[in-house]
């Protein structure tokens, strides 16, 4: 069953003149409020004034006409293609198209084997990358966690190398910084036969966080960003304020102020090189009032990631955004239930690329293998939603009902053995749907058990060499490898 | 006035008003400064702080409770000894480099000066031989770090060898904390003390401070 890139937009949490509202709302904080700035990036400060910005450099403040916004923007592509080393993975970013997978910088695993949380390792990243690369429904793999096992400095190259080397699907990640951002380049342009053939094809992408909410520009992540659209390199942009914290408590301000911050990135990058590939970055979130830590879990969440893709598809541009994240510590049920119901609601909403939607536990900070499989099956009932239900002379079945007549049965109609496969959601094999007895006989398992046992599986079968043998030993000439 | 309960109910209870009349209230009845501060607010504070803990109370709620006990304190200030205002810690707090979060840092901060110690809050994107000129330029003898992302809690440790470098680790007690920090990861890097939130790292660092 394939069940990538289906159009969503079922839902649409604003209504057409709400989402105009916010969206003249957030040129109106551009033009009045402004973005601030910190030192590093006069640069981009002096372009932004040459190009009509209205810079106050003693508040380190800009001010952006609207018809400055409005022009750069309309400059982003309506498009973007994101490629898998396997052009089976290619993900086409435009409209509603809906695309899950994976996000997050997560530190902890449950460990698959005794159950306990411990630091994550290279060796995890590359076991859930493969995971990732077996479960039809993650559609893309951001690395999931860090390597706690290895230096900062080798960070960027090996999580690239990790989850190159584990799948062939699309791989997307931040990095520390410019010269992170120049290696992993360089890196991947030795897979795909040089960095003309990387640009043409780019299978990998990143991730800039540029904007730090309230409203203001982190110097080494616009230069980041920058650097990637020289490069011609995809980059998301990302912004994630919180609502009550980083972001006024109310959804709709927070919606309003995340639009403005997007509104701004999208145009320094379109004024770096016009037609960059980027994704907009927003990702709405809210604080956890009690703790001021991040709520991910909260419906809202699905809700207001549901609604920052009407403002992405607004100006049409493809987004990025968040949901399946669970505030529980373990896959249980309030993980399943906070997982669907915002994994949902953002499929439905149309958004194109949605990060953080497998594997995640305890927010954004612990990964469990097992929880990577039950996710994949959350995915692909939200992306079943997405299908509709067809209307069709042959999906209405007229003729076969009067064939059967009055009576009868469909079981063994061809036109049931035509559908079997494809009018409903097969799964992965974690759902049960098993008689009582059955189900006893075979150990009483749970969902979790039965993930663990389904990734077991995944993780027994031959290891894949996507880097074919004599890159990979140039790689390993060129750069610490530590996997 | 025999027991500071009013006061301690207006600050929990967020009624500034009622608050600045009952601490003028009780100086004009002749009871002391110090007894105000430490009787009153402080008291009332570490109720605050007890219900953020056990989230009773929303954190925006605790942020006002401390913006109406420095009004308090303002009052109280020119009335009390130089012994009185001279807080028994004195505490250097940064987002280590590289980390540019500060939210959670300034709520520790606050809670902490609510507490009656000396805070010098020193901002995000701290490099390590910063935190250690502070330490010796404030002559402190707590230093608290923080980080949020995954990817710079290995700053913390290069902090930390850092103050044992410079020969200062016998004089501060350190303290951590951020969202992905935790309890075995600051044993790991020898830190003294880990606080989960901003209510439990004022309290220890008194503790510590003694």
């Known amino acids: 069953m394939y069940l990538m890139g289906l159009q969503g937009g079922q839902y649409s949490p604003l209504s057409e003149d709400q989402v105009k509202t916010l969206h003249e709302a957030s040129l109106q904080i551009l033009e009045k409020t402004g973005i601030t700035y910190e030192l590093g990036i006069e640069d981009t400060v002096q372009m932004l004034e040459n190009n009509g910005a209205v810079i106050d450099r003693d508040r380190k403040n800009i001010t952006f006409p609207r018809k400055m916004i409005i022009e750069q923007v309309a400059k982003a592509p309506e498009e973007v293609i994101l490629y898998g080393q396997d052009p089976k993975n290619d993900l086409h970013l435009t409209q509603s198209r809906v695309h899950m997978g994976t996000g997050g910088a997560a530190i902890k695993i449950i460990d698959s084997e005794t159950g306990r949380i411990r630091p994550t390792t290279l060796k995890d990243l590359y076991d859930v990358s493969r995971l990732v690369d077996q479960l039809d429904n993650i559609h893309f793999l951001v690395k999931p966690c860090i390597a706690t096992d290895i230096d900062v400095e080798n960070y960027n190259v090996n999580w690239f190398y990790t989850c190159l080397s584990a799948t062939s699907k699309h791989v997307m990640s931040g990095v520390n910084d410019i010269k992170g951002l120049n290696d992993v380049i360089e890196m991947a342009s030795m897979i795909a036969g040089g960095l003309d053939k990387l640009q043409e094809r780019p299978f990998i992408s990143t991730i800039a966080c540029f904007a730090i909410s309230p409203l203001k520009l982190c110097t080494q992540s616009t230069l980041i960003m920058q650097e990637a659209n020289r490069n011609h390199i995809p980059v998301a942009l990302s912004s994630a304020p919180m609502a009550g914290s980083t972001s006024p408590l109310t959804m709709a301000g927070t919606l309003t102020q995340l639009h403005a911050e997007q509104l701004a990135g999208i145009t320094i990058c379109q004024l770096t090189k016009a037609g960059a590939p980027i994704l907009y970055g927003g990702i709405p979130g809210m604080a956890n009032l009690k703790t001021m830590g991040y709520s991910g879990g909260a419906v809202e969440c699905g809700m207001m990631n549901a609604a920052i893709h009407q403002l992405s598809n607004h100006i049409k541009v493809p987004n990025y955004n968040s949901s399946g994240l669970s505030d529980s510590k373990l896959p249980d049920a309030q993980a399943g239930y906070e997982k669907a119901l915002t994994s949902l609601l953002a499929s439905m909403g149309g958004s194109n690329y949605i990060h953080h939607s497998a594997g995640m536990l305890e927010s954004m900070l612990t990964i469990a293998h097992e929880q990577f499989v039950i996710d994949d099956e959350i995915i692909g009932n939200c992306c079943k939603v997405l299908k509709g239900i067809d209307c069709d002379a042959e999906h209405l079945a007229l003729d076969v009902i009067d064939s059967v007549g009055p009576g009868g049965n469909f079981m063994t109609t061809p036109h049931t053995m035509t559908h079997m496969r494809e009018e409903y959601y097969n799964g992965n094999g974690v759902t049960d749907r098993k008689s009582r007895e059955k189900w006893e006989q075979e150990g009483s398992l749970d969902t979790r058990q039965r993930a663990l046992a389904i990734a077991k599986k995944l993780l027994a079968n031959p290891k894949p060499a996507y880097i074919p043998e004599e890159i990979d030993k140039a790689i390993r000439k060129k750069f610490n490898i530590l996997l | ?210």
Request: glycine share 8%.
């Open chain 2, 1 to 210: 006035m025999t027991d500071f309960n009013e006061i301690k109910d207006s600050l929990v209870s967020l009624d500034d008003q009622r608050l600045l009349h009952l601490v003028n209230d009780a100086l004009g009845k002749k009871i002391p400064a110090s007894d105000i501060l430490n009787k009153g607010l402080i008291a009332g504070i570490d109720i605050v702080g007890e219900k953020m803990e056990n989230e009773d109370m929303f954190i925006p709620e605790v942020l006002m409770a401390a913006q109406i006990m420095a009004k308090g304190v303002e009052i109280l200030k020119p009335l009390l000894g130089d012994d009185e205002t001279s807080a028994r810690g004195r505490v250097v707090i940064g987002t280590v480099k590289g980390d540019l979060h500060d939210i959670g840092k300034n709520l520790v901060a606050m809670m902490m000066e609510s507490a009656g110690l000396a805070v010098h809050n020193l901002g995000v994107d701290i490099a390590p031989e910063e935190f250690v000129a502070q330490i010796k330029e404030k002559n402190a003898n707590i230093l608290c770090l923080s980080a949020l992302l995954t990817t710079t809690m290995p700053m913390m440790k290069q902090t930390i060898d850092a103050v044992v470098e410079s020969g200062l680790r016998d004089q501060v007690k350190i303290m951590i904390g951020g969202a992905p920090v935790t309890q075995v990861f600051a044993d790991d890097i020898g830190a003294d003390a880990f606080a989960s939130d901003a209510g439990s790292a004022a309290k220890a660092a008194k503790i510590l401070a003694n």
